[in-house]
């Protein structure tokens, strides 16, 4: 089945033109100002045709950072791979990076079977994978080096979660050092973790233990700290790293030094802490575990920074963190000790319309850096660009067509992710989705999910740099 897409704003990281676009099967193979339907093979017969006029069409968005799978604080997330993808699509995210979380006795090998035995046959949007090292003796390191050989070209090391799933400096080292080794960049959840873990202790000693404590718990420096740690280590080894959602000015500050001492790092940031505050954590009745996820949300000054950031781009992409825990049943496992209450807020469905609104209808980023940040850094930081992350000639026909006129709210009743609250509650929204296709065949249009399950592919990436 041909597509052809008419009379749609393409944009891209770099490019703004009116132009057609024609997928044929599952490639893009002709943009031009103009594609006539009589002049396609067969006058056209059998092309699905789209009017795009006065809309846009974007690439296919990825998020780079997502948990599906994730058995974590003694509890397991609320999404699959069959309510993330719908959830994805209806959104606008074509393409997904899952984070691959073991636990500290599970070996490797038999966790990354475990996670993409998940997707097989049940995702619609098309994934990929990040390989926790929570662990590195030898069956690990012999392990993760089959990992990398069968496509997953990126690891992920926590430096918080003590005694769950954070590595030790001398093994963090080690692991760094082979990843430079791989071509394989680390990516870094930058918390320290016996300092997080020392703070909590004090505050429930002193009986501080609502939500609203969280934050409290982990203040900027330690995530600050963190990223330093694994830049300084970056530096040493020579490994890219790249910071996973990074909440604050001083650890973003860290890392554009980082960078001017020469260190290859790249910057992530996440929906929940471009929109929300700390103040969301504080709402009484517990009702602030919805917005408990760590690194915690800031106070309110640090939007701005962030968002400023994207704008220089000293942040490189926008992910989610989406990790899916009921308010019943699962945050309010933490009622009496905010240091039970599973972290997470998700956001899967809701980043394209948040970061189109609260960052380019507010006129705080253009369309190329939206682009740039919600598809083509991601694309080319994660070794699958030009195929994944813009519009050419040659790539995967993954396209969003954009109507920036559509007004709605977000909410719950309309979430496909399984979880039962909206951290968005009521927000409003301006433009949304109204076509997304993923290797050229339409899987959600306005709103709803019309495609395939099971379609979703398993995107093998080759280690990006040596
Ligand atoms: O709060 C969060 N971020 N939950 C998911 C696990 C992680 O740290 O990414
Ligand atoms: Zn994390
Ligand atoms: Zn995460």
Request: proline fraction near 5%; aromatic fraction near 8%.
């Amino acid at each position: 089945m041909a597509l052809l897409i008419k009379g749609g704003r393409v944009i891209t990281a770099s490019d703004d033109r009116v132009a057609d676009v024609y997928c044929e099967g599952e490639t893009i193979t002709r943009v031009e100002p103009s594609i006539e339907v009589r002049s396609l093979p067969e006058d056209g017969a059998g092309v699905e045709v789209i009017d795009a006029t006065g809309k846009f069409v974007f690439p296919g968005f990825i998020d780079p950072h997502v948990h599906i799978h994730l058995p974590f604080m003694g509890t397991h997330a609320k999404d699959d791979y069959e309510s993330a993808s719908r959830a994805a699509l209806v959104g606008g995210t074509t393409t997904l990076i899952e984070m691959v979380c073991p636990g500290p006795k599970d070996e490797p090998s038999a966790a990354f079977d475990e996670w993409r035995s998940k997707a097989e046959g049940r995702a619609a949007v098309d994934y990929s994978f990040h390989m926790a090292a929570v662990r590195f003796d030898e069956p690990a390191r012999r392990q993760l080096r089959e990992i990398v050989r069968a496509g997953v070209a990126s690891f992920k090391v926590f430096l918080a979660y003590k005694g769950a799933l954070n590595l030790n400096d001398a093994d963090l080292f080690d692991l760094m050092a082979m990843a430079k080794e791989l071509g394989v960049i680390v990516t870094a959840h930058c918390e320290n973790a016996d300092a997080v873990a020392a703070m909590q202790d004090r505050l429930i000693a002193a009986g501080k233990t609502g939500p609203e404590w969280h934050e409290p718990s982990r203040p900027t420096i330690v995530e600050a700290e963190g990223v330093r740690r694994i830049t300084t280590f970056a530096q040493l080894t020579g490994a890219h790293v790249y910071t996973v959602h990074t909440s604050c000015e001083e650890a973003v500050r860290q890392a554009v030094e980082a960078r001017l001492r020469g260190v290859s790092v790249w910057v992530e940031a996440v929906v929940p802490h471009l929109t929300l505050d700390r103040s969301f954590a504080e709402r009484p009745d517990f009702e602030g575990a919805k917005y408990v996820m760590s690194p915690p949300l800031r106070e309110k000054r640090h939007q701005d920074f962030l968002w400023n950031a994207v704008r220089g781009r000293d942040i490189a992409a926008i992910g989610t963190d989406h990790a899916p825990f009921d308010f019943r049943g699962q945050k309010e496992m933490g009622r009496g000790d905010f240091t039970k209450i599973p972290n997470g807020v998700p956001s899967l469905q809701e980043r394209i319309a948040l970061v189109y609104t609260h960052g380019v209808a507010a006129g705080r980023i253009d369309l190329h850096t939206f682009v740039d940040a919600c598809s083509t850094q991601a694309a080319r930081i994660f070794g699958m660009y030009p195929k994944k992350g813009t519009i050419a000639v040659g790539g995967d026909a993954d396209l969003v067509v954009w109507d920036p006129s559509w007004r709605g709210v977000l909410s719950q009743r309309t979430s496909l992710s399984r979880v039962d609250y909206c951290a968005f509650e009521g927000w409003p929204v301006q433009g949304r989705a109204t076509v997304v296709t993923v290797r050229g065949e339409v899987q959600a249009r306005n709103g709803e999910f019309i495609g395939t399950i099971g379609r979703g592919r398993f995107i093998a990436r080759e280690p990006t740099h040596f």
